[in-house]
């Protein structure tokens, strides 16, 4: 069994131009479509049970209708697990949170970089507060032309908020590797392998594993930027043991959202 905590869906209205502008930000041929239906046909290759997926709001205006739009498919797909969106500008942000419960949401997603924060700035600090016990945050980390979404950044949030769940996404920082190493490996908080695999030898990635631990670590395929056959065997490669690919497949997720 696989659980993909990391997928990006779009409505069919806006699939093809989001998928065009994320990959244009970051210079990469993105292989999919974005849709929930593209989706499930390439998590079907690897047998892929179940998805963890979201949508970031660019702009305030956008976060409950993303909301309603994640919350509307999972109810229709079960193998789908919804994380809402949040937004810095966000006048009432524990009152969304409620909503995002009673929803039946399941954590929140952030991405800096689209959505125009640093993940220390004092804007920051309300969503926090807010999520804290409750929902975990799967933040994308690291950027090649800004420090936003630096390991540095979400080191101080962590010393912070010690009872905050945050997944680092990208091994805790997209070209950052080396930084997250300094401030994110061995701490308590959860990685996951996307759009990083593809990039970093695999004994690297098997070293900063191993160091973090298996039981810290989380499958992720960065749909659509990648197709999930092409990730799972590149996960493949990376010579863990039975016990550890087992880990990061499945259980470690499988604790995470039943906590929720």
């Known amino acids: 069994m696989i659980t993909d905590i990391h997928a990006h869906i779009f409505p069919h209205k806006i699939a093809e131009k989001a998928v065009r502008a994320i990959g244009r930000y970051y210079g990469v041929n993105m292989v999919r479509k974005g849709t929930v239906e593209d989706l499930l046909e390439s998590g079907s290759r690897i047998n892929v049970s179940k998805y963890v ?3 970031s709001a660019t702009v305030v205006e956008q976060v409950r209708a993303i909301n309603d739009y994640i919350a ?3 109810s229709s797909h079960p193998e789908m697990v919804g994380f809402a969106t ?3 500008g966000l006048a009432d942000v524990a009152s969304e ?3 995002i419960i009673g929803l039946g949401l399941k954590g929140i997603k952030l991405h800096p970089e689209f959505q125009g924060f640093s993940i220390d700035d004092d804007d920051m600090m309300p969503i926090y507060e807010a999520v804290e016990g409750r ?7 690291g950027d090649e032309n800004v420090d936003s979404s630096s390991p540095a950044r979400l080191s101080r949030v962590l010393d912070r908020f010690p009872g905050l769940v945050v997944i680092a996404a990208h091994f805790g920082g997209y070209r950052m590797w080396d930084l997250s190493c300094e401030y994110l490996i ?3 908080v959860y990685i996951d392998t996307s759009s990083t695999l593809a990039f970093i030898s695999p004994e ?3 070293g900063m594993i191993r160091k973090h631990g298996a039981g810290k670590v989380l499958f ?3 749909y659509p930027m990648w197709d999930h056959l092409e990730e799972f065997e590149r996960f493949m490669a990376l010579g863990l043991t039975e016990e550890e690919r087992r880990a990061i497949l499945f259980e470690n997720a499988e604790k995470l959202l039943s906590g929720v």
């Open 72 to 74: 509307e498919v999972q």
């Open 204 to 206: 690297q990635a098997a």
């Open 135 to 141: 929902l975990p945050i799967l933040m994308h980390m």
């Open 86 to 88: 949040l937004h810095p």
């Open 186 to 188: 061995g701490r308590n």
């Open 53 to 55: 997926v979201h949508s």
């Open 97 to 99: 949170v409620d909503r």
């Open 220 to 222: 992720g395929s960065d």
